[in-house]
Nanobody
């Protein structure tokens, strides 16, 4: 059983930056994908960014060029660097680990609020 713990959320002004971290209790190397999702109030959870085992990354269109997903397998950690934050980025951000077999693992989330 792998546990995921997110950190790094908070209140930031529009145009600012934050870096989210997701620490796994076990190795992340075996997962097919690691990803960040977000859920804004009253909206569905949506995929923000994904990094595959091979290192390929994918982003939703609205964050391309602003967000960067990365990982440090030695630290069992996945990061999400968020630049040029906008009010529309306000949400709870969740870390996700997708194994080859079995159900996904989820963290409890970290709140990001973009407001002046």
């Amino acid at each position: 059983q792998v546990q995921l713990v997110e950190s790094g959320g908070g209140l930031v002004q529009p145009g600012g930056s934050l870096r989210l971290s997701c620490v796994a209790s076990g190795t992340i190397f075996g997962f097919t994908n690691m990803a960040w999702y977000r859920q804004a109030p009253g909206k569905e959870r949506e995929l923000v960014a994904l990094i595959s085992r091979g290192g390929t990354t994918n982003y939703r269109d609205s964050v391309k060029g602003r967000f960067t997903i990365s990982r440090d397998t030695a630290k069992n950690t996945v990061y999400l660097l968020m630049n040029s934050l906008q009010s529309e980025d306000t949400a709870v951000y969740y870390c996700n680990a997708h194994p080859t077999y079995g159900p996904d693992y989820w963290g409890k989330g970290t709140l990001v609020t973009v407001s002046s």
